[in-house]
């Protein structure tokens, strides 16, 4: 499908009626992409090699990774996703690599998208983000940070006119700020990063190589 219209308009995102779906926002995303051609930080030598090279994480289950070193980022990876699947849907008990695989050969934009969802838990764990709405938003803002997609800037902007409204609290914003911070100081591209062939090493360790120092205790924090 073409993409050819950018059809949202800012009072889209203020108006109860006219509330953009997630079909229209992630249109809008593709759309400003091919539109004004911006330069991702995510089209990178990572990205370029990964696809040469025909690489895809290993999926390891989570009776393996529960086995990992206390505090190992697969251990606490398992955990999350355990605890994800009590309180969400059941299929958070796999894996995201296996949840969405990659298989080659497959498109730069394609293996982006992919990517960036197999990550997407580890990330919260290394920013220390919850899977509330609030701690959602947090990692909505460090992928900001990071200019990892225009996706993010979307919901972003959907969120700050909710907060105009009345209908969002200030956490949603104090959320989404702190993630932009840390988006800025870390590594770029952290959603690109091999993570899974690192599950051993601790997340104090893995936080420390990315710069990523997260706070604790906020409603959005994990821990």
Known sequence: MEHEQLNLKVVDFFIRESKPSLKE???EAVAIDKKVKIKRM????AVR?????????PIVPIEQLLMMPERSLGREYALYLLKMNQDQEPIHSMPSSARFEIKHPIKKEA?????????HDIIHILTNFNTSQQGEMGIQGFYIGQKTTLLSLLFAIQNVAEYFS?????????????????????????AFVRHE???EKSVELAR???NI???????WNIT
Request: glycine share 8%.
């Open 25 to 27: 926002l992630i249109h």
């Open 42 to 45: 995510n089209a990178l030598d």
């Open 49 to 57: 090699r990964d696809m040469e090279e025909e690489w895809s994480p």
């Open 111 to 119: 293996y982006i998208r992919d990517r960036i969802r197999q990550t």
């Open 166 to 190: 009345g209908e969002r609290c200030d956490g949603y914003i104090r959320a989404m700020v702190e993630g932009i911070n840390l988006g800025l100081k870390a590594k770029k591209n952290c």
């Open 197 to 199: 062939e690192s599950f």
């Open 208 to 210: 420390e190589e990315l």
């Open 213 to 219: 120092t997260p706070t604790h205790g906020n409603a």
